[in-house]
Antibody, heavy 112, light 113 residues
Framework: QVQLKESGPGLVQPSQTLSLTCTVSGLSLTSNSVSWIRQPPGKGLEWMGVIWSNGGTDYNSAIKSRLSISRDTSKSQVFLKMNSLQTEDTAMYFC??????WGQGVMVTVSS | DIVMTQTPSSQAVSAGEKVTMSCKSSQSLLYSENKKNYLAWYQQKPGQSPKLLISWASTRESGVPDRFIGSGSGTDFTLTISSVQAEDLAVYYCEQYYDTPLTFGSGTKLEIK
């Protein structure tokens, strides 16, 4: 059974760095890609970036300068780091494996 | 970036009715070498994560009811629900994976009368 679970802080202060973890079970990260997608409250979906099965990455150009995605295949975990957070970064953050499997999401609020 | 435009933004139908929703892309999603359209449809029910319904524009995922039908090619795509059920209350998103950045449409909210 494939499962993805996001974890991280629910509250981040403006200008600080967000760090999230996506823990994957049931499938290998070396055979599948993992994307991060976010959704502001009441709004649509925004693809943030992907780490491919070969470890390469691609990012949304709108946030590329602030974003980094990495992984630890031994722990089956994918990491998201985004700096210089602002209130407009308040959103539900999802990870998805090949878009077939999604985590439940983690709500991140940017506020002082 | 490829822009995905979905219409209508919301739609209200009665159970048993047929509903169609549109998704248009700013450039063709048809890859000439394999003749595949790089277009997916997702269903997001209230309070849930999105669920992949259809990939390659018309291929239903395992377990998806056959009342969900994807069609179209190139830049124009349609999701049809042949006989809407109460559990189909959701927002439906199209997404292109032809090129990065992957982009989603703004969604069509389906309401049941």
């Amino acid at each position: 059974q494939v499962q993805l679970k996001e974890s991280g802080p629910g509250l981040v202060q403006p200008s600080q760095t967000l760090s999230l973890t996506c823990t994957v079970s049931g499938l290998s990260l070396t055979s599948n890609s993992v994307s991060w997608i976010r959704q502001p409250p009441g709004k649509g979906l925004e693809w943030m970036g992907v780490i491919w099965s070969n470890g390469g990455t691609d990012y949304n150009s709108a946030i590329k300068s602030r974003l980094s995605i990495s992984r630890d295949t031994s722990k089956s975990q994918v990491f998201l780091k985004m700096n210089s957070l602002q209130t407009e970064d308040t959103a539900m953050y999802f990870c998805a494996l090949d878009f077939d499997y999604w985590g439940q999401g983690v709500m991140v609020t940017v506020s002082s | 970036d490829i822009v995905m435009t979905q219409t209508p933004s919301s739609q209200a139908v009665s159970a048993g009715e047929k509903v169609t929703m549109s998704c248009k892309s700013s450039q063709s999603l048809l890859y000439s070498e394999n003749k595949k359209n790089y277009l997916a449809w997702y269903q997001q029910k209230p309070g849930q994560s999105p669920k992949l319904l259809i990939s390659w524009a018309s291929t239903r995922e395992s377990g998806v009811p056959d009342r969900f039908i994807g069609s179209g090619s190139g830049t124009d795509f349609t999701l049809t629900i042949s006989s809407v059920q109460a559990e189909d209350l959701a927002v439906y998103y199209c997404e292109q994976y032809y090129d990065t950045p992957l982009t989603f449409g703004s969604g069509t909210k389906l309401e049941i009368k």
